[in-house]
């Protein structure tokens, strides 16, 4: 059975960092791409990140660009992101989502962590 | 890609068909998913590349359209449908539509 459980999530002050991590089990971590899905309060979602097999190329919308940062351990089966100089806007649920087979759908998600940024 | 999804409300009896529609700013080839996410809990997956069936998922479930519109249709609505539903591009990126929240009438 596919499972994946994040953590790290918190209240954090604007301007600081939070790193979330998410533990991966019931399949092969390496074989796929990963990604990051966030959901503000009571609003739609909005794809945060995406890491490739071997973590060598990443991809970002420019609302994170640059604050932001995935990364993956394959030998852990786990997934991360790194998020620097938060901001008000970035209180959200974070899920951590497998991509389907060569595709960018989401196929597995997460339970959600929630990130709370305020002073 | 802009994605736009209507009605954003929507309510219906059990045994209802439901149609859910999902427009695309421009060409998406069909590379374009659904998801159901009920109260409190994650999105899951329906459906993906516009009209294939997630495993598990009961079929009363379909999808359909091509280019730039797109329908989600359950046949018949039972009350354990109640959530809000998304659509997803994923021809360029990726980017999701803004949900259409489905009720019980």
């Known amino acids: 059975e596919v499972q994946l459980v994040e953590s790290g999530g918190g209240l954090v002050q604007p301007g600081r960092s939070l790193k979330l991590s998410c533990a991966a089990s019931g399949f092969t971590f390496s074989n796929y791409y990963m990604a990051w899905v966030r959901q503000a309060p009571k609003k739609g979602l909005e794809w945060v990140a995406t890491?490739?097999?071997?973590?060598?190329?990443?991809y970002y919308p420019d609302s994170v660009k640059g604050r932001f940062t995935i990364s993956r351990d394959n030998a852990k089966s786990s997934l991360y992101l790194q998020m620097n100089s938060l901001k008000s806007e970035d209180t959200a649920t974070y899920y951590c989502?497998?991509?389907?087979?060569?595709?960018?759908?989401?196929?597995?998600w997460g339970q959600g962590v929630m990130v709370t940024v305020s002073s | 890609i802009q994605m736009t999804q209507s009605p954003s409300l929507l309510s219906a009896s059990v045994g209802d068909r439901v149609t859910l529609s999902c427009k695309a700013g421009q060409n998406i080839n069909n590379y374009l998913a659904w998801y159901q996410q009920k109260l409190g809990e994650a999105p899951k997956l329906l459906i993906y590349?516009?009209?294939s069936l997630q495993t598990g998922i009961p079929s009363r479930f379909s999808g359909s359209g091509s280019g730039t519109d797109f329908t989600l249709t359950i046949s018949s609505l039972q009350p354990e449908d109640v959530a809000t539903y998304f659509c997803q591009q994923y021809n360029s990126w990726t980017a999701f539509g803004g949900g259409t929240k489905l009720e019980l009438k």
């Open positions: 890491i490739s097999t071997s973590g060598s190329r990443t």
């Open positions: 989502a497998r991509n389907g087979y060569n595709r960018w759908y989401f196929d597995y």
């Open positions: 590349n516009a009209n």
